[in-house]
Structure formats: C-alpha cells, structure tokens
C-alpha cells in the first residue's frame, strides 16, 4: 500500500485517483519534464530530467496494472450456475462449479424387470462455460500504423499518439488539443482546421503536412521537421506574440501563416 502511495505522490495525485486522471497527469508529467525540452549542454538538468521520466513512467504502469486487476476482480459477473435438473442415476452426475448448495440428484426407482441404469433418457453432456471475461477499460487501437487513416473532425484531445505514423491522415478539423504526439508521423497529412492547442508535437516529422487554418497556440513544435509544410492562417500569435515553442524547428520551405516562403 506504501509503494501505491508512493506511485500516487510521483504523479502528483491523491491516494485512489482514477484511471482517467491517472493518464491525464502522466501526459502533464511528461510533457513538462521530457529531455527534449531542455537544452543539450544543460547535462545535469538532462539527467535530472530523464530520471524523472523514469519515475512517471513506472508509476502509469504500475497504478495502471492494479487498476486494471481491481477492474478484472470487482468488474466481472458471478460464475455461472446452471438451473438443477435432477438425473436419472448418480452416476450420470456433472461436476458442477463450486457452490454453497452442492447438486444432490434424486434417486428414481429402475424400471421393473430391467437392470438398473438400463433405461436413461438422452441427456446432452453440460460443459461448464469458462468464467465470463471481465470488461475491461476500452482502449483504442494500439498499432502504430495509421497512415491514409480518416480522422476528419474526430475528438482526440489528449489522446497519446506519440511514434504512431499518421502520414497522409485525414485528421481536418480534429480536436487534438492536449494531444501528447511526440515523435509522431504527419508527413502530408491534412491538418487543415484542426485544434492543437497545447499539444505536444516534440520532433514530429510534418514535412509537407497541411496546417491551414489549424490553431497552434500553445503548441510545442520543438524540433519537429515542418519542412515544405502549409501554415497559411494558422494561429500562432496573439498579437505581436508568438504563442508557439518553434526551437530547433526545420522550416525550410515553409509556407507561412502570412503566405511567405521560410528560407
């Protein structure tokens, strides 16, 4: 219980925290303390910051599995108890599932001038089903491959999306704000309208990717590869700031938001 506590303090929560809000301050976490951000010279702050990783990382897995047992164990329905039909002789008894009222069958006499048990009706031998599988917490689809997929006005805020490839994804007028997408593939895809707010886009490969018109504020774009990409209209200042992290970002080629060209 101890060590639980202790996976709750890391991730900044109280003691039996759900699930969701469990995911929620792992992405916070890690976004806040992601190597990435921080300067490469800047050595003891790297190590610090990668040990940090380390521990948010652990302490989702491990709140993660216990809560997905205590689901398994509270979750899941009673094993099932057939109906008790009596049976023509003890000896045709089925082992039932444990049970608090064991099955006891009534003893019928044998047919006269026949020996006994040579007489039975047709009974069809009961295989006891195997416990029902608990339900468990829908998780979305997990292979890393969703390249051409149709996400057109799909609400994916804050969904993990980190090293999935999503080139040439219809993701247009997406929800993705807090979206944790590090590393992520959006070669060529059409971003057009979509609301990244605050998503965490750290060295995404969007070369050549259509952002017109999506809303970038507060987005993190640190070295993500922007290469040949359309930022015609997109959201990115309030006012004379700039509200978009863009350090180590490869523009080259670039289309900017005022329809000039990044050399």
């Given at each position: 219980m101890r060590e639980l506590e202790r996976y709750y303090r890391v991730l900044e929560l109280e003691p039996g925290a759900s699930l969701e809000e469990v995911n929620q301050a792992y992405r916070d976490l890690a976004f806040i303390w992601h190597p990435d951000r921080i300067p490469q010279e800047k050595h003891r702050l790297q190590e610090k910051a990668r040990r940090k990783l380390q521990e948010i990382n652990e302490a989702r897995d491990k709140l993660r599995s216990v809560k997905a047992k205590y689901k398994s164990k509270s979750g899941s329905n009673a094993p099932y108890q057939p109906r008790k039909t009596a049976s023509p002789s003890s000896e045709s008894r089925t082992e039932w599932p444990s049970s608090p009222y064991p099955?006891?069958?009534?003893?019928?006499?044998?047919?006269?001038?026949?020996?006994?048990?040579?007489?039975?009706?047709?009974?069809?031998?009961?295989?006891?089903?195997?416990?029902?599988?608990?339900?468990?917490?829908?998780?979305?689809?997990?292979?890393?491959?969703?390249?051409?997929?149709?996400?057109?006005?799909?609400?994916?805020?804050?969904?993990?999306?980190?090293?999935?490839?999503?080139?040439?994804?219809?993701?247009?007028?997406?929800?993705?704000?807090?979206?944790?997408?590090?590393?992520?593939?959006?070669?060529?895809?059409?971003?057009?309208?979509?609301?990244?707010?605050?998503?965490?886009?750290?060295?995404?490969?969007?070369?050549?990717?259509?952002?017109?018109?999506?809303?970038?504020?507060?987005?993190?774009?640190?070295?993500?590869?922007?290469?040949?990409?359309?930022?015609?209209?997109?959201?990115?200042?309030?006012?004379?700031?700039?509200?978009?992290?863009?350090?180590?970002?490869?523009?080259?080629?670039?289309?900017m938001p005022d329809g000039s060209i990044h050399q």
């Amino acid at each position: 219980m101890r060590e639980l506590e202790r996976y709750y303090r890391v991730l900044e929560l109280e003691p039996g925290a759900s699930l969701e809000e469990v995911n929620q301050a792992y992405r916070d976490l890690a976004f806040i303390w992601h190597p990435d951000r921080i300067p490469q010279e800047k050595h003891r702050l790297q190590e610090k910051a990668r040990r940090k990783l380390q521990e948010i990382n652990e302490a989702r897995d491990k709140l993660r599995s216990v809560k997905a047992k205590y689901k398994s164990k509270s979750g899941s329905n009673a094993p099932y108890q057939p109906r008790k039909t009596a049976s023509p002789s003890s000896e045709s008894r089925t082992e039932w599932p444990s049970s608090p009222y064991p099955y006891q069958p009534k003893k019928t006499a044998a047919p006269s001038g026949s020996r006994e048990n040579s007489y039975a009706p047709y009974q069809q031998k009961w295989t006891p089903k195997s416990t029902p599988t608990p339900n468990k917490t829908y998780q979305p689809p997990q292979q890393s491959d969703l390249s051409g997929q149709d996400f057109r006005r799909a609400n994916l805020k804050g969904r993990d999306l980190s090293g999935r490839n999503l080139s040439y994804a219809k993701l247009n007028g997406a929800n993705l704000s807090d979206a944790f997408m590090h590393k992520v593939v959006l070669r060529g895809a059409d971003l057009s309208d979509a609301n990244l707010f605050r998503a965490n886009l750290l060295l995404a490969d969007m070369k050549e990717a259509n952002l017109q018109g999506a809303d970038l504020i507060g987005a993190d774009l640190s070295g993500a590869d922007l290469r040949g990409a359309d930022l015609r209209g997109a959201r990115i200042r309030s006012g004379d700031r700039l509200l978009v992290k863009l350090i180590g970002a490869n523009l080259s080629g670039a289309i900017m938001p005022d329809g000039s060209i990044h050399q």
